[in-house]
């Protein structure tokens, strides 16, 4: 019969694996329907080959993630722990706000959605009567993503770790399906980038909100370009 020791031993790897269901990319959310502008960037020219695509992504880690969606989480998930209903819905506004077009509006909208079906098909949404008081009426992917962290016990950092992966294993996926761009140079790339990735969650956790706001005119172009580009793999 299991001790209580060992039943509280349990919590971290529970926690663990919470992340690694919300990280992972069979999540029933869609997620791999989006490429974030990065479909575009490749008609373009500008990502054509491993190198361009490192840059690339290594750019928008330091200059969106970095300064956008993981400094907001820190301060959604401690919303959602202080139950600051007022907190989550400005930084769920704030981050819609920095949406630049109407894709990537989309995407966040779209996939807070299904999260949110999922979530409440798990059972892991509060009651309907306390559900207004602690999310907006439609929260965007990240405020969910926040949540689901916050309910499933992970912490903060590990949190902002398992976003930005998410992210990433995202990106490398659309390059590999629009790209002659193989498993192992994807595997290349996420080498270069771990560091930098654990870099940008240790950066997202001293900025003040005054620092907050991505700084990302070229993915925002290729994004708008996206929504009228004649051949499309990825939605817009």
Known sequence: MPTESAALGSQPDLALLGLMQLVSPALPIGAFAFSQGLESAFELGWVHDEQTLAEWLSGVLEDGLTRCELPVIVRLYTAFTQHDSAAIAQWDGWLSATRETAELAAEDSRLGASLKRLLGSLGL???????????????????????????????????????????????????????????????????????????????????????????????????????????RLFRS
């Open 125 to 231: 949404l509060p009651s309907e009567g306390l559900l207004p008081s602690l999310l907006p009426v439609q929260p965007g992917y990240v405020t969910l993503f926040a949540f689901t962290a916050h309910a499933r016990g992970v912490s903060i950092r590990q949190a902002l770790i398992g976003f930005a992966w998410a992210w990433l294993e995202n990106q490398l996926a659309v390059a590999c399906k629009a790209l002659p761009l193989g498993h192992t140079a994807a595997q290349r790339i996420i080498e270069q980038l771990r560091s930098p990735l654990v870099s940008a969650v240790d950066e997202a956790l001293t900025l003040d909100d005054h620092d907050l706001g991505p700084i990302l005119p070229g993915l925002a172009l290729a994004s708008a370009l996206h929504e009228t580009q004649y051949s």
